[in-house]
């Protein structure tokens, strides 16, 4: 059985198959509603593994600098 999902529009917990919540759901609908709302594609011109790496790399570091900032604030 062969299983294909639209990366682009896929939350980074989603591609780390990590657990995931409504929040994910908000960030695909969100993906897919820019595009038609922008008529392009999002990450156009990248394969489905580069935007895995990029959606997933830009997400541990948005995380890594909320906890610094975090840690800063005690």
């Known amino acids: 059985m062969f299983f294909s999902f639209y990366v682009a529009g896929a939350a980074p917990e989603v591609l780390r198959c990590e657990h995931h919540s409504r929040g994910s759901d908000v960030f695909s609908f969100g993906t897919i509603l820019w595009e038609l ?8 011109g990248l394969k489905q593994f580069e935007i895995i790496e990029k959606v997933c790399s830009i997400a541990v570091r948005k995380l890594i600098q909320w906890q610094q900032q975090q840690q800063q604030q005690y």
């Open 37 to 44: 709302l922008s008529v392009s594609r999002a990450y156009e």
